[in-house]
DNA sequence: TTCTTGACCTGGACTCCGTCCATCGTAGGA
DNA sequence: TCCTACGATGGACGGAGTCCAGGTCAAGAA
């Protein structure tokens, strides 16, 4: 299973069975899942697993670029396992549902020198928003 | 003071001096303030309002598609009264300061109809990252 | 102007998401 | 095998937002 891993204990992080179990259902499925619902999944695979460690192996595997964090509405922040390709969301308005897309062109590009601002941009996320085949 | 008001006693909204309060903090000032620094500054004109009011009032004025809501992290909602002239957002990823932008291109029409899955996609919002001049 | 009434406001309890911390356990090098 | 620093635990905590029962008041009617 899972580069994933693998590139982690390249980092020098310690394997332990929860790490192995966080990665391995990032690495099953390609929705994205909440915090929570990372946690009940491996929660089925490792009952005594807590919630802290979930939050913290999120949080040291976005910090390290494994995965990405995404926050489509103001509720729980959701994760990406999808983190080395480029892409952006489309997301249903009714359901949430998150499906990643890959539009052509590059909105960083679309932003104009005198748009900036004395900002220096480093990155531009798109949201795509609507409502998915079964809520439309 | 505020064609908002006018807006919303036309739309048959009791006007009255909490409502009258909040419109006058958000048409103030042109940034985007959390709900709780609505309240705090709408507390400095109306002592006794209270946070439930504040919530209830943005939360009204959103649907009724006369404020913005921004969630740029995962933090506090932030509500941008500028909802008549579509823009984007540009996001200090330091001290999440933002400013309003209006980059070139329809980013809509970059979503080929094969990425898009069966929705119906109806708007695209782009937030660019970056540092601004003093976090830089 | 006064009356009436239903829309509105209040404040406090509550939920949800996430973080912190003291303590205990264990992966992996010596 | 032993040691120890890194990691896990779970319970308390904090911020953001929602809900609700009861009190208040804007604005139309008379």
């Known amino acids: ?3 994933l891993l693998e590139r ?9 069975s929860q ?3 966080v990665a391995e259902v990032l690495d099953g499925d390609h929705v994205h899942l909440t ?6 999944r491996a929660a089925h695979l490792l009952p005594e697993i807590s919630r ?3 939050y913290n192996t999120l949080g040291e595997m976005v910090s390290l670029g494994e995965v990405m964090e995404v926050s ?3 509720r729980a922040k959701r994760y990406d396992p999808n983190a080395h390709h480029p892409h ?9 549902t998150i499906r990643d897309v890959h539009p052509t062109g ?5 932003l104009p020198q005198d748009q900036r601002f004395g900002f220096t941009v480093s990155a531009a996320e798109v949201t795509y928003r609507g409502l998915c085949p079964s809520c439309a």
Do not use: I, K
Request: glycine share 10%; aromatic share 2%.
């Open 106 to 110: 590059s909105p960083l590009a679309d």
């Open 52 to 54: 802290a460690t979930v």
């Open 88 to 96: 952006q969301h489309l997301v249903c308005s009714n359901c949430g």
């Open 19 to 21: 790490r192995r179990v």
């Open 8 to 16: 982690l204990r390249g980092r020098g992080w310690r394997v332990t």
């Open 1 to 3: 299973m899972s580069d």
């Open 72 to 74: 489509t509405d103001g």
């Open 35 to 40: 915090a929570d619902e990372v946690h009940a």
